[in-house]
């Protein structure tokens, strides 16, 4: 069974600019995580979805969007990039309903920001 | 606000001697906890968890304990071989709130030496 992709891998930015991610999940899993990890901070909550709807958002800006298809890839956007958005970005799916350590994750996209 | 905290960034230990990893929480809402490890270029995967109903969890050379009282667990590795040199994360589910969404610690690097 493949795991959860993420493409892309590596991108880089300069401020201003705007940024889309995107998350293949694990077949059958219709529930998507997406988690922002930068040095010191470890990995914050940015949203979760689930049947093409956002059920719970992390504290970040506006600027952080996201959407799910009706096939569960989702899609990340940050708009007017800043420096600090640069991170690694972390989406994990898992089947609705079971516990937490059946979240897996993908290998994340890292952005840089310049 | 950090409510999940893991002081140490590192921790050096000898191969075949016992890695302690802690974890402090601040949020006595947190009623299920995950550690997760994490290697470069790859997710985090899942390594044990445990519930806040119970004071330990043992799954072959890991054991989690959980001090409630203290608000602060502790991932124990007994013998600690090369291959467990990663990142540790220590995460936790808040009671009511979906598996999709865990607040994690900043993480500990582990290194383990011949």
């Known amino acids: 069974k493949a795991g959860v992709t993420q493409t892309p891998r590596y991108l880089i930015k300069t401020r201003g600019q705007q940024v889309t991610l995107s998350c293949s999940p694990i077949?059958?899993?219709?529930?998507v995580s997406w988690y922002q990890q930068t040095p010191g901070q470890g990995l914050q909550f940015l949203f979760e979805?689930?049947?093409?709807?956002?059920?719970n958002k992390g504290n970040f800006p506006g600027r952080f969007s996201g959407r799910q298809f009706s096939n569960s890839r989702s899609e990340m956007n940050v708009s007017t990039l800043e420096l600090g958005d640069s991170a690694l970005y972390l989406c994990?799916?898992?089947?609705?309903?079971?516990?937490?350590?059946?979240?897996?994750f993908g290998p994340g996209t890292r952005l840089l920001v310049l | 606000d950090q409510q999940v905290k893991q002081n140490s960034p590192s921790l050096s230990v000898q191969e075949g001697r016992i890695s302690i990893l802690n974890c402090d929480y601040t949020?006595?809402?947190?009623?299920?906890f995950l550690w997760y490890k994490k290697y470069p270029a790859e997710g985090p995967t899942f390594l044990i968890s445990?519930?806040?109903?119970?004071d330990k969890n043992e799954d072959g050379r890991f054991t989690v304990f959980l001090n409630k009282s203290a608000k602060h667990l502790s991932l124990h590795i007994v013998p600690s071989q090369p291959g467990d040199s990663a990142v540790y994360f220590c995460?936790?589910?808040?009671?009511?709130?979906?598996?999709?969404?865990?607040?994690f610690g900043a993480g500990t690097q582990v290194v383990v030496t011949p």
């Open positions: 979805y689930f049947s093409e709807t956002q059920r």
């Open positions: 949020n006595s809402m947190f009623d299920y």
């Open positions: 995460a936790a589910s808040r009671k009511g709130d979906s598996w999709g969404k865990l607040q």
């Open positions: 077949s059958g899993h219709r529930s």
């Open positions: 445990i519930s806040s109903i119970k």
């Open positions: 994990a799916s898992r089947v609705r309903g079971a516990r937490g350590e059946t979240q897996y």
